[in-house]
């Protein structure tokens, strides 16, 4: 069987790695500036650009059996062109609803499922003025890792927001005043068949992920049902196959469902440790047409995100704990690698968290 990943970043190559003992083959689809360092080796990468035709792509990544993506911004002209040639799991109308906030937003509200209230407009939009603040504005398209968003505390913030915002469409949200942040990782094979991971609790900071801890603990049963049922009616809707990420937001015993990665994520990084199949392994075997693979968690998992490190931290390394390295070029802000411990005991789990952030200054 032959994968073909759209995009060459982290996920790509971890997806590669769960997938390489299996004997499944690789290849990567890669924008025309993209960096490709990350699956350098893992399998032959092909560079695409608009005006190169679907036909001869498919023929340059040697004729894949699937093709998924590794990103939610994956072109929609590129997968519905490629969608003649073989499955593309998940389904290209999956991405275009989650590449577009509007979009998913129409599609939780039309499934009765919770989020935060909003309104859509344009940067320069008069209407703004009458906003309760506090608010968050959100690009429709493109942003990630708090990336085209504004805070917005104060009057001063909408103005600047109205004064910088070009005429994009934005959703302005209102602020949730959450107790924890949480996401729900699900699965979904081509027969139907839903495995959930265990809830897992993210911690962000500027709007980037820093940690997460799961099973998260002491959790409401009525918060981790409602992440189970709602997240089981946004893959039934989509008729989705693969991994989803579904990010939440807990507050008392209610659960708003702040935004869907219809992929592998972040805050499933911990189940290469923690759980008996990971999420990587279990989007392959989903999109492959395999059974799924055992959800069931190891222990209490942690997972601390590199973020700027210089070098791979193998000195941090402990009894407990696995190094993974992205080997991108090196920026401060970004995210070049991950560590996860498996440990069974919550208070050491949570030293030696906090002893690889003092670590890294
Ligand atoms: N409405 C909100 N209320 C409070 N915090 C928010 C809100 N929206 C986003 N955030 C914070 O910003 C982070 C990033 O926002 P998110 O919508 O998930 O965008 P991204 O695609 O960049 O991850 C969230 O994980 C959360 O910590
Ligand atoms: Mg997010």
Known sequence: MHIAIIGCGQLARMLALAGIPMGLKFSFIAQA??????VEGLGSIVRWQPGKSTECLYHELGRPDRITAENEQANTSL???LQAYCPIHPNPQAFSICQDRHREKQLLESLDIPCADYIVCQ??????DK?????VAKSCRGGYDGKKQWVLKRRQDVESFMRQANREHYIVEQWVPFDREVSQISVRDINGTIFHYPLTENQHQQGILRQSMAPAIEIPEKIISAAHDYISRILA???????MAMECFALNDRLLVNELAPRVHNSG???????ATCQFENHLRAISELPLGSTKSLGITGMVNLIGTEKPPLNALTIESSLHWYDKIVRPGRKLGHINILSEDYHSLLQQMRSLH????
Not at 131 to 135: F, G, K, P, Q, V
Not at 237 to 243: H, N, R, S, T
Request: charged residues 20%; negative net charge.
């Open 123 to 128: 940067g320069n939009d008069s209407h703004l």
């Open 79 to 81: 997968l519905n062109g």
């Open 237 to 243: 809707e989509l008729d989705y196959v693969g991994v």
């Open 269 to 275: 990084h911990w189940t290469q440790s923690g759980s």
């Open 358 to 361: 003092l670590g890294r200054g």
């Open 33 to 38: 500036e993209e960096d490709s360092r990350c």
């Open 131 to 135: 906003l309760s603040l506090s608010a």
